[in-house]
């Protein structure tokens, strides 16, 4: 949740940042597509790595997710465009979310049928 949620406040600067000498439209403009393509990453992964997680351990695919949702995240600090900087977020979003079924998964392996509701 920490890589998703930390630069949130500086993604509009970030666009600012990258479209130096852009209208205020421009920023505004691809903050709002960078904020849906990375809403996107997040809901397809939950399709992609929850199937995954149905069929391999989740750990087997949790594993791979946390360094590309770190070098995604690096991708951001170092964009160079607003368009890397979109790519960057959205795999990022993508990487960082299918965290979130495999460690559910994890969860509800480790605890007792009669628990997992509380757990």
């Not at 949620?5 to 940042?17: G, I, Q």
């Not at 199937?51 to 690096?74: E, I, N, T």
């Not at 600090?77 to 960057?88: C, H, Q, T, Y």
């Amino acid at each position: 949740m920490l890589l998703r949620r930390f630069d949130e406040p500086y993604l509009s600067l970030m666009v600012k940042a990258l479209g130096a000498g852009q209208s205020e439209n421009f920023v505004v403009g691809w903050t709002g597509y960078i904020s849906a393509a990375a809403a996107a990453g997040g809901i397809l992964s939950g399709i992609v790595i929850g199937k995954l997680c149905d069929r391999f351990p989740p750990y087997f695919v949790a594993l791979p997710m946390l360094p590309l949702a770190g070098f995604a995240l690096v991708g951001q600090g170092i964009s160079n465009s607003v368009v890397m900087l979109g790519a960057a977020r959205f795999v990022t979003y993508f990487a960082a979310g299918g965290l979130e079924p495999a460690f559910l998964k994890l969860l509800a392996g480790a605890t007792l049928p009669e628990q997992r509701g509380t757990a």
